[in-house]
């Protein structure tokens, strides 16, 4: 077995690099890669330009055993991949028969007529394996060349996606018979990551060399990937569940969820275990928590609804914030965030009251209290929390932090 097998994914199009469609081909077959054992060392975007994909297919094949190329593979005149890997590999184009009949049968059976462009798809490389495409025409094609895997696949997602799945994922398994990679993934909130690094750092220091630590820094929290390399598929996740028990005890107040998990699923599943409701004031978040709450399918068994309250007219008039408070400390203040939290929470008879106010921007801010000044209460039938957040000049990324700075604020309170 091939002790580690590595993978670089290039994608074709003009449109990628004018930033006129979205790449998600690369993230997918990443993590698809991954799961069978293949470590993807590098991505690359290259426009429809013969010399341009000439030079990063080179350098590709000096970094990667298995190179994934998708895109360019179309009937018209600006898809040039097919002809431009007859350069590369230095053979000519060919006329696959079975891919021609795939083609035919492809048009037939929506009775339409098919072009000599479209017989042209059935033209592949000398050296290709053709590899059929069940939902398109443009085919899938497989080269062994110089110890090398190259595998071309159309840049419409859903047609690489089931060649990938069905295809090519099996064929390299079986070429390769990669190691198996198995990923855990650690979700905290509420610490930043050198601070979570130097509280785990004898922990991490004492991974055996197949376990690699990863931190991955979001909005609000950072995720720790923990990613074991091997042969033997229970055991592996057998020493992740291990590692994941060890390393708990020191952060476990900061640790929400696992995986796949999100701050606003956990809260969600916390509230229906306390049969509790929830009812949300916002200002500067302007729906942000809302629309994060209600994310979750099922939601509408504990959200009852939300006020955003953008003006203190509606502060006043739908949350009950006294008008004396917001003239003496205004409406950013830790008195009118108590009153909002608390003030939804018996407008809308819920069991549980969250709230934000602040200082968004790019304006509005004083020098008593500067943009990016934010206050977040959580209130429920016990107490109610209150904390200020001091975040940045930008307008964008304080509502995300804001949003996930009461998310986990409220996950908190909900596991008390």
Known sequence: M????SAEVVTIGDEILFGQITDTNTQWIGTELTNIGIRIVRKSSVGDQASAILAVLREAHDRANVIIITGGLGPTKDDITKKTLCDYFGVGMVRNETALAVVTGFFEKRGRPMTDLNRGQADLPANAVYIQNDWGTAPGMWFEHDGRVYVSLPGVPFEMKNLMTHRILPKLQAHFNPP????????TAGIGESFLAERIEAWEDALPPHIRLAYLPSFGGVRLRLTATGTDDALLSRELDQQVASVLPIIEQYVYGYDDDTLERIVGQLLNA???????AESCTGGAVSARITSVPGSSAYFQGSVVSYSNDVKVSQLGVSPDTLATVGAVSEETIRQMAEGVRKALNTDVGIATS????PDGGTPDKPVGTIWIAVATPAET?????????????????????LLNLLREQLEK
């Open 358 to 361: 602040g200082i968004a921007g």
């Open 385 to 405: 929390r209150t904390r200020l957040l001091t975040l940045s000049q930008y307008r964008d990324q304080n509502i995300q932090l804001t949003t996930t700075y």
């Open 274 to 280: 306390k049969q509790w409701t929830l009812g949300i």
């Open 2 to 5: 091939t002790n580690s097998i």
């Open 180 to 187: 198996i990679i198995k990923h855990k993934m650690i979700l």
